[in-house]
């Protein structure tokens, strides 16, 4: 298991031109519905990060690396059913998650929301535990919860078909306790971390826990590129 961030610490367009080229051509079509320079530059340093982190990990040439997608849009790699990964980014960083089990990694820049957004995605059991906490910890505590449910989500590869609301976490023990239907989840274990005061991410993996997440400076990630 590997999990790798980049904190992006320059949204520069020139980034952007740099590196166009060097992603698939499915991401370089999903760029073009982007408005802000800054989300095309997040989805760009992604698709590096993840080759990059393939390339080190398994030891895959670039050129080989091609990405499909399942019926609920997961991407996977046709030819090496044992390799998977999953990816996410929010605010300034982005992470990878890679594995030779089903893996899910959600990151998310906590920033102040309305908490009632917990009735439409969160368990009764999860909105009860939300609002019993002190209100000065509740922002946090909502993240952490909605961080579980979408690794959860991203790592069985169902994406909304797997509606959030029929399961529920027990935060203090970070497993469920509430079992979605017709998902065994007897071998999925979750992790948090906090990759500064602001962000938070959780890791579903299937089997087995992270024990930590590898920190790659964006001016490294841009230098060793070679694709």
Request: aromatic residues 16%.
């Amino acid at each position: 298991m590997k999990i790798v961030a980049t904190k992006i610490d320059d949204f520069d367009l020139t980034i952007r031109n740099r590196f166009i080229s060097s992603i698939s051509t499915e991401r370089r079509s999903r760029l073009e519905k982007y408005r802000s320079v800054n989300d095309q530059i997040r989805s760009i340093v992604s698709e590096l990060l993840l080759r990059k982190s393939v390339i080190d990990y398994w030891g895959i040439e670039n050129k080989y690396i091609s990405f499909y997608y399942n019926e609920y849009g997961k991407p996977f790699f046709q030819n090496y059913p044992d390799f998977h990964f999953n990816l996410s980014h929010s605010g300034e960083w982005v992470t990878i998650a890679l594995d030779h089990f089903p893996i899910g990694v959600d990151i998310e820049h906590i920033v102040p929301i309305d908490l009632k957004l917990a009735h439409h995605f969160f368990s009764p059991s999860e909105i009860y535990q939300l609002e019993k906490q002190p209100i000065q910890n509740r922002l946090s505590y909502f993240y952490k919860i909605w961080t579980l449910k979408e690794s959860f989500i991203k790592g069985v590869g169902k994406g909304f078909f797997l509606s959030p609301e029929t399961f529920s976490f027990d935060l203090k023990l970070e497993k469920i306790d509430r079992h979605p239907k017709n998902i065994d989840t007897t071998y999925w274990t979750f992790k948090h971390f906090f990759l500064d005061s602001n962000y938070v991410l959780a890791i579903a993996s299937y089997n087995r826990r992270p024990k930590s997440i590898e920190i790659i400076s964006f001016q490294k990630l841009i230098k060793e590129i070679d694709l």
